[in-house]
Structures are given as C-alpha cells and as structure tokens.
C-alpha cells in the first residue's frame, strides 16, 4: 500500500486529493489573511509607520532599527506592565488553581445524584457569563453609591470604599472575580477524574476501615495527581498572557500602578494614541515572551505527562 | 457513577468523624453555590422593586415592593432591541460558520493519506504560539474595509485552530475501515464528510458549537475595534454604555423627573444585566450533560 502511493507523481496526489484540496483552501486563505499576513507587519516594530500611509507603508516605512524597542526598555512603564501582567496571572493562578480541586473533591462526596447536578450547574453559570456583564455586575456592587457592598458595610459602621478607584483593590478584585467565574467549569475535568476511580478501590479502603478524610488523602488525591499536574503545567503556559477585555473593562487611570498590564498599553499606544510602530514594537516584545513560555510549558508537559496541548 | 455509590454506601456506618467531616463538606458546598448564585438573584431583585426600596437599600434578597417600572422602560428602549438583534444575528451566522469551517478545517487534516496534511497541521499549529499582534491585525483588518461592516464580527474570528485540533482528534477516533468502505464504493470526500464522519462525531459538534455560540454572544473586543455604528453593534457594546460609561441614555428616553431617574439607574443596569443573562441560564443546563464531555476533549494525546 505505501510503495503503491510512493511510487504516484505529485499530479497523481493532487488529483487523489482533490476534495480533501477544495475543502481546505478557503482554511488555508482565511489562517493567510488573518493570521500570516499580520504576522508580516510585524516589520512595523523596526521601522516609522505613520497614520496615512496605507497597507503599502507597512512595509515601505523608513527604517529606524531598535529605536522603539530602545524607548520602551527606557521607560518606566517596562517594570511596571511586566510586573502588573505577571502578578496578575500569577495570583490567579496561586488563589484559582486549588479551589476547583477542592471543590471537585466536595462535590464527589455528595451521593445523590440530582444534589450533584444542581450545585454543578449553578456554578457553572457565572463561567458563561460575558466579561462585560461581569464587569459591569463588579462595578456596580463595589459602587460607592449605592453598590450592595458598600450598603453592607455602612451597615456595619464601616465608611464607604471607592474600591475601583483604589490601586491595592484592583489586583483582588481582579483574581477573586476570575475564579468566581471559573473555578465552577474548571472544576469539571477533575470530577470526571474522580468519578473514574475504579470503585473496587473504594470498596478495599472500606474494608480496611478508612474513614472519608483517608479515602481523600490516601485514595482521590493521589488518583488526580496526573491530572493536576496536567492543568498546572497548561495555566503556566499563560504565565504572560492576561485576559485584555477585563483590564480593560476595570481600569481607570487612577489604578494604572496596579492594573496596566502590556495589551491595554499596546491598545492605547496603538488604537488611541496612533503610536502604531510603537505599539507593535510592545506587541513584539509581548509575544516573543509568550512564544518562548508556551513552547517551554508544552515541551515540560510532553515530557512529564506525555500530553501536549497540540 | 459506581465510586459515588460505594461512598454512599459509607454512609450506613459513618463515624463521628465522617459526620463532621460531611458537615464541612455541606459547608462548603453551599458557600459555594450562594456565591454564584446569589449575585444573580440580587439582581434580578433590584430589578423587580420599587426605585425607592432600591434607594433605601431594602433589597437584600428577595424583592422589595413588586414593580415593574424599570423593566418597562428598560424593554421600550428601542436601541437595547437593535442591539440584541445584532447579536442573535452573529450568534447564529457566525456560530454556523465557525462550526462548518473547523469541519472543513479538521476532516482534511484527520485523514492520513492527505499528501499536505503535515505542512497543513503546521499552518494551524503555528498561530497558537504565535501571533501578529493587536496593531497589525488592527491594520489588516481595516484595510481590507472590514470597518463597520457586519462580516467583521464573523470573519475574523471564523476559525479557532484549538477548536481545529479538538474536532480533528474526533473524526481520527471513527474507524478507518468505515471510510475505506466509502471509498470503494465511490463516495468522494464532501460525501464522506457530510453523511458519515460528522453524524458519528455529534456529541463533539454540540460541545464546539456551545463553546463557539457563547464566544460569539459575549464577543466584546471585535466590536469595540471594529464597529462604530450603533445600528450594527451588538448587544455587550450597549451593555459596556450602560453598565460601565454610566450612560443615561435609557433615561432620558421616558419622562419621569430627576428624582426618580437618579433612583432608577442603578436599576435600569441591572434591568439590562437580567435581559443579557437570561438566554445563557436557560441554555446552560440544557448542555450541561455535553460539558463533561468538552473538557476531557480539551487534552489531545501528543
């Protein structure tokens, strides 16, 4: 079968695969426009793009080498957005990784099954939600007129809070909203995981006398050990990636010390300021970091889980 | 399902110890279940009470003084229909296109014998590490005239390659023999396609299509770059106006007096976040049997 299909010309091959051809050939024109053809302005980032000069002066602007690059390490703002950006994924990750664990763990316990089911769906909701909404919801309780939380605490005879105005609030807002929304639908591979525990092994801890608390520690943790570290090495990955829609959403520039992270820098540079050349050179500088993390925390996978994300 | 029965079965000689210890577990649970539920139920609450109840902060749980005024007036805001309008339109073509795309995208790339199959793979591999960047697809995008043009909130986004992988790891998992079959007895690719390797892979179509609907109803970012005409936006960039840039424009609309408007704002928002939300709650469970499924589709083997 092999021989047969090596020994066939290239005319032969395309005509075999003329379908499987007509099928992709708009994919492969949309990933060229959308994806490849940006990826060529990238050229942008070394030279003086200016606002007029059309889709031709991408590529025909005058060549300024590392001049933007130069700018931006110069600037305060490189320390600033790289820490926000960090520490922003980072306290996500510390504060939103175990609660899903936890909360698969809890919800694996309850042994009827509708109970199951009704507390699994409703905190899968708020994962569905729009970031908009979510913002808008955050920005309306936290208000200091007339938001929920606030009432509360003038209720309890402490003043009103301008949290959204306040720079130490945003970062805690910021990692307590986004595991409220996710920690419901994350938590759903880890209950899968639990439930594929061979229930002969719960039968032999039984028999042995184990209570709930050593079934857990000796039995369910160790059984999703692969996968927690699985998901651990895939959220890595996002290390320097934060959601722009919900900064964005949130910020004012009253918190930029905490909240400015590099792709609402790069959107105000670039869509507001103009500062395309600028702000492609940030973009740049962005990606490569991603690029290097990504590929670093899918090899690390490969290697310890025998499972990569492509 | 049968680990859950043999810990029920605990259940008949528990400890003390168990005991306390299912007390903390119920503990937590509920926590949990409040947290995401409450939020919604607060402002449904808001939404159904009297603008003075609202104002007096009353309203903790349940409705204050039963009244549908804000609701009213939030519902004969005609921009609030054009807007949502905009979105089911997109929702729908777009969720159509994307999954008929991935489709056309993964079953060339699942097939063995495809003579560019790994050059292809690459193709798509290669823009989940990298990417041109914001200002450059920005630039793309314009000057192709997509600015303000309705195909913007479709054609951009119209494939996702992790989408792409998931799909394509599904028709590799139907039997080859099934396809050579429909080889030799003459079916060509599209037929293949269409009549045998998507029925077969259903359940993984439903969890693309959801996850695919839910990015195209909650797209905000394409809209805010992109569109400027507020007869083509959709329904997040009118809630962004009123929920975050404490636009008054649903306000001046009706003819009540400045007293009352300042009651009702906050009102009027959450008005608007009951009116967003409330296709998602009504098809969230009805798919919730398919999310199980989606996220263990998530990790491909390597």
């Known amino acids: ?310 | 399902m049968n680990a859950v029965k043999a810990i029920r079965k605990k259940e008949f000689h528990g400890s003390i110890g168990d005991i306390i210890f299912m007390a903390l577990v119920w503990i937590f649970l509920i926590f949990a279940v409040v947290a995401c539920v409450y939020p919604f139920i607060y402002v449904l609450s808001v939404s159904l009470s009297s603008g003075q109840a609202v104002n007096q902060g009353k309203v903790i749980l349940l409705p204050v003084d039963l009244n549908f005024e804000a609701l009213k007036t939030v519902l004969g805001y005609k921009q609030l229909w054009i807007s949502y309008g905009n979105t089911l339109f997109y929702t729908a073509v777009g969720t159509v296109m994307n999954v008929v795309f991935t489709c056309l995208a993964a079953y060339p790339l699942s097939r063995k014998r495809f003579c560019f199959r790994k050059q292809m793979n690459f193709l798509l591999a290669f823009t989940m590490y990298f990417s041109g960047g914001l200002i450059p697809v920005y630039i793309v995008i314009t000057k192709l005239g997509l600015y303000d043009k309705r195909m913007v909130m479709i054609v951009p986004v119209l494939i996702s390659a992790y989408n792409v992988m998931i799909c394509r790891s599904a028709f590799e998992s139907v039997s080859e023999d099934l396809f050579e079959e429909a080889a030799i007895e003459g079916a060509n690719d599209f037929y293949i396609l269409t009549k045998i390797a998507v029925p077969l892979i259903k359940p993984t179509l439903a969890v693309l299509t959801l996850y695919y609907a839910v990015a195209r109803y909650n797209d905000f970012f394409s809209a805010m770059l992109y569109i400027s005409d507020s007869s083509k936006e959709p329904l997040q960039i009118f809630l962004r106006r009123i929920l975050l840039q404490a636009s008054m424009e649903i306000m001046q609309t009706t003819n009540i007096n400045m007293g009352a408007v300042s009651q009702s704002t906050i009102q009027v928002r959450y008005v608007c976040i009951v009116v967003s939300v409330v296709p998602i709650m009504l098809v969230v469970p009805l798919v919730q049997k398919y999310l199980v499924q989606g996220t263990m589709l998530g990790a491909v083997k390597g």
């Open chain 1, 1 to 310: 079968m092999s021989g047969e299909s090596k020994k066939k010309s290239w005319k032969q091959l395309l005509y075999r695969d003329r379908y499987l051809l007509i099928m992709i050939i708009p994919v492969v024109i949309y990933y060229l426009v959308f994806c490849y053809l940006p990826m060529t302005g990238i050229i942008m980032a070394f030279n003086h793009y200016q606002v007029g000069s059309g889709f031709a002066g991408i590529y025909t602007s005058k060549w300024v080498g590392m001049k933007w690059f130069n700018q931006f390490f110069g600037s305060i703002y490189l320390g600033r957005l790289v820490r926000n950006t960090f520490l922003l994924q980072f306290f996500s990750l510390i504060f939103g990784f175990p609660i899903p664990i936890l909360f698969a763990v809890a919800v694996t316990q309850v042994a009827n099954k509708k109970a199951r089911k009704v507390i699994q769906v409703s905190t899968y909701l708020p994962y569905f939600i729009s970031t908009v909404v979510v913002c808008g919801m955050i920005n309306n309780f936290l208000s200091p007129s007339g938001g929920i939380i606030n009432q509360l605490l003038n209720k309890i005879g402490i003043e009103s809070i301008n949290f959204m105005n306040l720079p130490q609030w945003f970062r805690p807002i910021y990692v307590i909203s986004g595991s409220w929304q996710s920690f419901g639908f994350n938590s759903i591979i880890f209950v899968a995981a639990i439930m594929g525990i061979s229930p002969d092994l719960y039968e032999a801890m039984d028999v042995d006398g184990a209570n709930r608390r050593q079934i857990i520690w000796h039995l369910v943790l160790p059984s999703i050990r692969p996968t927690i570290i699985l998901l651990l090495i895939m959220s890595l990955g996002t290390m320097m990636s934060v959601g722009f829609e919900k900064v964005y959403l949130l910020y004012n520039t009253a918190v930029y010390e905490t909240a400015d992270v590099i792709q609402t820098y790069v959107y105000r540079q670039g869509i507001q300021s103009n500062n395309y050349s600028y702000a492609t050179a940030v973009g740049l500088f962005n990606s490569v970091i991603n690029f290097v993390i990504v590929f670093a925390a899918n090899k690390i996978s490969r290697r310890v889980t025998d499972t990569a994300i492509w």
